[in-house]
């Protein structure tokens, strides 16, 4: 058997999440206090009791959904299922760096910092209401790739997230995603929708924060990693730190190609995929794409006590 630990992107946030976990699990609690010092606010306080709308903020989402994941890794280690029992590591987006933080290439307080300035470089790249995102389900990514071209129509309009056989993001200006929209329903989309987010990542939009965050990353440390980390712009395991700085640069502005980084771990060997932190979005997509595969989500201590029981 042969596992993989993998971390959840934007969009998993609920309020309360981890809560649980840093009551139960010292370590975990840790986490949380750790991740309020490096942003010197008490960003669990928002995670565990505040409003909904201020957690989904880009800002505050991406340093949270991390703090939540490490959390709940910290809850395994506890239990002697750390990252040694894992043979890869991969994140959606944002879990990038989760999985960069689990497999020790980033420092938590580093990783949540640089999640910070990301969120904020994001959303002001564009502003409200230029962009959009849309979801297109029931097409495979070459024919989203053919759609974003031809809606395109000399404004910026790409297939940003890959997540499984059948659900594909195209990001870009908004009238030109909403084209996508209606060009995809005559492709025979079984549904294609705009999705409620406040920019339009992963794609050549973002350059600005692409700038950013190719200083923000010269600033830190990255150091190989323990476990190696499979990288969204390139869906295969990378480890070299030198490599790992550029490509989450270039992960600002390029596809999230989820779907081929779950089939080139399935066929590294991997059997077991186990979502850390908050939700099960991940699993619901490598459900669809290695079939023969177990998924675990891993994000309560009753979760964790299961895991260990087996």
Known sequence: MSRAFVFPGQGAQTIGMGRAL???YPAARAVFEEVDEALGEK???LIWEGSIDELT?????QPAL?????AALAALEAEGLGIATASFVAGHSLGEYSALCAARS????????????RGQAMQEAVPVGVGAMAALLGLDYETA?????EAAQGEVCQAANDNDP????????????ERAVEIAKGRGAKRAILLPVSAPFHCALMQHAASVMSE????VVIEAPVCPVVVNVRAEAVSEPDRIRALLVAQVTGAVRWRESVMWMENAGVTEFWEIGAGKALSGMIKRIAKGAATRAIGTPDDVTAAAAV
């Open 22 to 24: 840093a009551e139960a």
């Open 43 to 45: 960003l669990s306080a």
């Open 57 to 61: 903020l880009t800002q505050n989402a």
């Open 66 to 70: 991390m703090a939540t994941s490490m």
């Open 106 to 117: 980033l420092k938590l307080a580093d990783t949540a910092r640089l999640l910070r300035i």
């Open 145 to 149: 790739v053919e759609v974003a071209h």
């Open 166 to 177: 059948a659900q594909v993001v195209v990001s870009g200006h908004k009238a030109a995603v």
């Open 216 to 219: 923000a990353l010269a600033a």
